[in-house]
């Protein structure tokens, strides 16, 4: 296979401002710079956490036109809570939560024709859809039709377990929910999701020897 092309970035102009040195502290001391009004603090709150949230709004949302407008949304809604938050040292599990709320709003307001593409743990492509092999798209339309018939909250907490690949304490504090309250939703979900799946010739080859979703977490 070959090498992706390299591009060196041109040369910064001799008068360009130098590089901004990136925030040395942890999320609580990036919380605390926040709430004195130091102002780098709100970007570095948006380049240490942004790829984590665009990646959960993927994970939950699949790849929406709106996805850029949800992401926003989420550190809309950050910025003005954050100086509200109880634990500082807790600020990516909090982003998380809020992504969480922003696609369960997105789920429960979808109009027909807008697709949800979901698929499991590290089969899901990071190109446009359009340039995915015919079997990748056929089990995202699969998986999609079967999600489609789980509710929402169940849909959530399995992509949250499943795709996404978290811990069941971390699904739990995602959505808001107790630990137990996690782990009823995703039994169910799964149980829902494997009897549906099994009627979806495209989705088989995931369902083999029924531990598909055993480890799926792809970071």
Do not use: C
């Amino acid at each position: 296979m070959p090498r992706p092309l390299q591009l060196v970035p041109p040369p910064r102009p001799p008068d360009a401002a130098p590089p901004r040195a990136p925030f040395e502290g942890d999320d609580a001391a990036l919380v605390a710079a926040f709430r004195a009004g130091e102002p780098r603090a709100r970007a570095a709150l948006y380049e240490r956490h942004a790829d984590h949230v665009h990646r959960v709004l993927r994970r939950l949302l699949g790849f929406r036109g709106d996805l850029a407008d949800l992401h926003h949304d989420v550190f809309v809604r950050a910025l003005a809570s954050l100086p509200n938050l109880a634990d500082p040292s807790a600020l990516k599990a909090w982003l998380t939560r809020i992504a969480v709320f922003v696609a369960r709003s997105a789920i429960a307001k979808r109009v027909r024709g807008r697709w949800l593409w979901f698929l499991p743990g590290d089969e899901v492509p990071e190109v446009p859809a359009s340039t995915a092999p015919r079997e990748i798209l056929d089990a995202v339309r699969a998986t999609y039709a079967v999600l489609d018939q789980l509710p929402t909250d169940e849909r959530i907490a399995f992509a949250l377990r499943f795709i996404e690949g978290m811990e069941l304490t971390e699904v739990a504090a995602a959505t808001g929910t107790s630990l137990a309250t996690a782990k009823r939703r995703i039994a169910r979900a799964e149980e829902r999701f494997e009897r549906h799946a099994r009627k979806e010739p495209a989705l088989g080859h995931w369902l083999e020897g029924g531990s598909r979703w055993g480890g799926t977490n792809d970071r």
